[in-house]
């Protein structure tokens, strides 16, 4: 997940992980220095974060390998979708409709664990390092766009991705030698967002600037950090919008390591 460092909800999320990050680490404080037995060096896992927050249409697994005492890499894939938009209710444009979510998302970094900060070895503990993402998704929806001579309905197919990459700070906890807590604790990047959108209907260029900056309004209410990702910018006439900009990246996962 990339957002922006000025989000409220980013903020939200990041309080939390960091709280459960100092609580758990308090609860370990008294475990010995080395993990004893069999070197699990698998870890199949989880991402709760896009499905919490984007729905049940992101359904996103990963799996981590250890490569040295210190050092894995991991990839993640997954089916992802827009989340319904927030009809904007004004008094000439609104959502009546919203069908056909489709997309997928996949990820990958590669993790150096901090000996000097760990007591265990990978993928148990502190890490840092590079991390890359692609996430790309599609949604038609119907609009009602009421006008003084009546009221007209069109379809839109917008189609929205993400492309960044970063380094990011994350802590792994594991429980009962087996189970696996993941947080990406702060993931700063460059991100680029990409908005292509199409109108199925009979509107004049006037219309179709309305129609899309009421979606472009809709995606903003509801991804976090996109009011700022944009900021000025607007989909143009063609119904396209690209932007770069500083993202960021947190994650929780859960999982089972073998």
């Not at 991390?131 to 001579?149: G, L």
């Not at 429980?175 to 109108?199: E, H, Q, W």
């Amino acid at each position: 997940m990339a957002t922006s460092f000025r989000n409220t909800g980013t903020y939200q999320v990041a309080a939390a992980i960091v709280l459960l990050f100092f609580l758990s680490n308090v609860c370990l404080a008294q475990k010995a220095n080395t993990e004893s037995g069999k070197a699990y060096k698998n870890v199949v896992r989880f991402n709760l974060t896009n499905f919490l927050l984007f729905g049940p249409g992101n359904i996103i697994f990963g799996y981590e390998r250890v490569v040295s005492p210190s050092q894995s890499f991991s990839i993640n894939i997954g089916p992802a979708a827009l989340p319904s938009l927030l009809s904007i209710n004004t008094d000439s444009v609104n959502i009546t409709k919203q069908s056909n979510k489709s997309g997928f998302n996949v990820s990958a970094d590669y993790r150096f664990y901090l000996r000097s900060e760990n007591k265990y070895r990978a993928p148990h503990g502190l890490y840092i390092g590079p991390y890359f993402m692609y996430n790309k998704t599609r949604k038609e929806s119907d609009w009602e766009f009421v006008r003084s001579s009546g009221t007209d309905y069109v379809n839109t197919e917008t189609n929205f991705t993400v492309v960044g990459a970063g380094l990011e700070l994350g802590y792994q906890f594991v429980f009962f030698k087996r189970m696996t807590l993941d947080l990406v604790l702060i993931g700063p990047g460059m991100a680029r967002y990409s908005i292509n959108a199409k109108i199925d209907g009979s509107l004049d260029d006037a219309e179709k600037k309305q129609l899309y900056q009421a979606l472009q309004q809709a995606l903003e209410n509801k991804y976090p950090g996109m009011s700022v990702v944009l900021d000025d910018q607007e989909i143009n006439a063609n119904g396209r919008l690209g932007v770069t900009s500083v993202g960021f990246r947190y994650l929780i996962q859960v999982g089972f390591r073998f």
